[in-house]
């Protein structure tokens, strides 16, 4: 039988990360781009549970637990930021929120 | 009781200070007085308890670790107190003096436009006793010196306590940055013996002093330098040449502030440092004869300033220095005991002193003493109290201030010149007679006021009354203290059960206990007591219903009169050089500095920041979120990359 | 076994993340997220952590993604959003992310190679890690992150109010 060895989680972590900077950076719905955070999240949690098992050290799976918190946090905030944003700006489109513009 | 208690001698009054910062305005003066009596009050019982628990077995210690503060290679500054006869006698003195001064705040702080912030006058005073007693107990080195900034602080704070008046604020200003010269030269001093000691290095007073004890060698280059620099850190607390001009200028404070800090205990802490660590200054006889000399020439000195201010608490604030430089004196002769004794009874009796002229003062509301006169009739409870304080300071014989004195005169006169650095030249014979004279003046500039202010005729306005009683039973406790000090340590001569003091904290003091003198001591004394009648009755003649008190004593030297009436000039003397040309240097540089660095810098640095600004919000910030988090993106890439690579 | 069942799990939940960036209808993008969430769940297991692929299913599959369906649904978001095509900013901070990202991974695996330790019996379950979160290390954390969930409990209520 095979182990996993830590290299392939951390790849696979890699790429789901890469995958959430893409939709971060390329997706004008904020929606979407919430989802592709989440994804950089999951990526970061990933990881932590992989160093716990190469360690043998539960910190990290109680890493992944905080990140998964700090996510929920970010989520609930997040979103009704959002719905705020539609109510006054009827759009979840990122081209049309440029009141940063300084 | 557990030794862990002695931790509530410091902690009680911290407590109360913080309890009245945190209060503030919200603490009726009722409250904050009672929290500070109080706390004092507790203190006091403790330090009593230690004492009690010390003298058990005679000499023994308690301590109390509360851990390691810091940790820096092998030395370690442990939060340890410690309590030995010595220091618990200290302490029982601190808090004692330090609650009576507070039983005398709450009648003399009474003022309507004192009530509403007194919480911070005694917080402050809490602050202070906390302080000091931390300092007494200290068992390290740093401790005592958090201890020694703390009593620092709390002495400027309450020198500037009415700061709205820029001559208080100032001289607060003074007091601070004087002893800050001095506290600079204990770091040094400490720093020097921690680097000195090497691999063995402690900051534990007990563990140096058996360090030492076991191999004098590794402090043999540097004894003498250090015992300098502790003996220039101890000038700055004890007001002694040359850092004793910031303690006149200190008695703008509230007089319990005086009694407390700047007589009886803060400025004792410069001498405390130097009976603490009479181990080093042991090693070094050079360093020995400057603590000797200092303090017999800050006597000296302090005592021909004392005659002629017309400022009461002026006059004590000089006998302060005078007194304190007697106390130099015992100590540099290594009679550590005989100037722990004249510390004990000078802290009973100047405390007395500057309370019963804080008795006058509240009365009076001015401290003028042209304006006094004749307050014995109308005052006769304080005129009691402070003539008890005046025969003790004169050295009446039977008073404590007789006994101490002479105890420390008659060490300097027994000392070998070769144990202060001497060689064969009598300079103990000579210490002993500027001692002697600085004894006389004493006498001198104790009438002066004495008569002034409580005999003949009264020349102020109004119709000053005695003091309320919670002013006065202070002042008869100290009276009593003042009166039978000398009991402490009794001279071998009387005959009777002597030098209690010497058996009890002399093991802590090192030095060798002094060879009782017998009959030379007993003249000594008695003469020098013979001498000081003499001057008072001479200065009785001369003072007591005098129009005009400004001072034909001096009318046959005016020069030297109107000299010393000016404080000997040294203020404008130190003003021109030091303060001045660093002012001048500070300034001029930084003229320079800012014309040809610092401006044309600033505008270059304004002319890149505009052009970046512009730049930045052109290009840059034009809106879209997405570009910021690719700036974010990059950024996190950056730094990954760097901690790759590296 | 492990090695097989952990790489079609990950290639599933990369697959399904390839989905969640892809889609044009948010509906589409967060059912693919569920996915996604749930094979990552599968590499917890794999990885010894049963516990807290549990919670990744309850918290991150449950509520949240409950959460963002909620608001596609409020908002009545359809697919009104044609793919952008990729612009230089984007293509620069794509190749750069993935040089980086190698690297990083070349650099870990330089330093963390071969199989996985043994590990005990209680490893993962929810006791040892309710004891590993309980130990004096990680309390603080664990009290900032409550406080962190209270205050944005506070926030999105105040948020989601009409007028604010």
Known sequence: MVSVGLLPVLVVSLLLFTIGVVGVLVRRNLLVVFMSLELMLNAVALAFVGFARARADMDGQVAALFVMAVAAAEVAVGLSLVILLFRTRHTTQLDDLTMLKG | MDVALLWTLPGLPLFGAIVLAIAGRRASPAFAASMAGGTALGALGVAIWTLAATLRGMGARLAVDLGTWFAAGPTRASAVLAADPLTASMAVMVAGVGFLILLFSAGYMDAPEDRPGSWRFYACMDLFLGSMLLLVLADDLLLLFVGWEGVGVCSWLLIGYWFQDPVHAAAARKAFVVNR???????????????????????????????????????????????????FAATGKSAQIPLYTWLPDAMVGPTPVSALIHAATMVTAGAWLLLRLHFVLALSPVALGAVAVVGAASALWAGLLAIFPHDLKRVLAYSTISQLGLLFLGIGVGAGTAAYFHLLTHAFFKALLFLAAGSVVHALHHQDVRRMGGLARRMPWTTAAFLVGFLAIVGFPGFSGFFSKDAVLFAALAARPTDIGAGTFPLPVLLCMVGFVAALLTALYMSRILFLVFFGRYRGEGRPRESRPVLVVPLLVLSALALFGGLLDLPAWIGVDSGWLTRAAGPHLGGTPPAHGGAVEAALGL??????????????????????????????????????????????????????????????????????????????AAALLEAAGAWNGRVLQRGPVQDYALGIALGAAFLLLLAAVS | MELVLFVLFSGAA?????????????????????????????????????????????????????????????????????????????????????????????????????????????????????????????????????????????????????EL
């Open chain 2, 527 to 604: 003469g020098l007591a013979l001498a000081s009648l003499a001057v008072v009755a001479w200065a009785g003649r001369r003072w007591v219903d005098r129009q005009d008190s400004t001072d034909s004593v001096g009318s046959a030297l005016p020069g030297t009169a109107r000299f010393l009436a000016a404080g000997g000039r040294v203020d404008g003397m130190y003003d021109a050089l030091v303060v001045r040309p660093l002012r001048g240097l500070a300034r001029s540089g930084v003229a320079r500095l800012e014309a040809s660095g610092v401006q044309r810098a600033g505008r270059a």
């Open chain 2, 181 to 231: 010269v001095g506290d600079a030269a204990l770091l040094l001093a400490l720093a020097l013996l921690v680097g000195a000691l090497g691999p063995r290095a402690t900051l534990r007073i007990p563990e140096m002093q058996a360090v030492l004890a076991e191999d004098p060698s590794l402090l043999a280059g540097s004894a003498t330098a250090a015992g300098l620099l502790l003996l």
């Open chain 3, 14 to 162: 990369l697959a399904a993340a390839g989905v969640v960036v892809t889609r044009t209808r948010p509906f589409s993008a967060a059912m693919a997220l569920v996915a996604c969430l749930f094979f990552l769940a599968g590499d917890y297991v794999i990885l010894q952590a049963p516990f807290v692929a549990a919670l990744q299913i309850l918290v991150y599959a449950g509520a949240i993604l409950v959460l963002f369906l909620f608001v596609v649904m409020l908002l009545r978001l359809e697919g009104d959003e044609a793919l952008p095509r990729l612009g230089p900013r984007q293509a620069v901070g794509l190749v750069l992310a993935g040089i980086v990202g190698c690297a990083s991974v070349a650099f870990a695996a330089f330093e963390v190679s071969g199989p996985f330790p043994e590990t005990g019996p209680l490893f993962g379950t929810a006791d040892a890690l309710a004891a590993t979160l309980l130990d004096g290390r990680n309390l603080l954390a664990l009290e900032g992150i409550s406080v962190l969930l209270t205050t944005a409990l506070v926030g999105a209520v105040v948020l989601g109010r009409k």
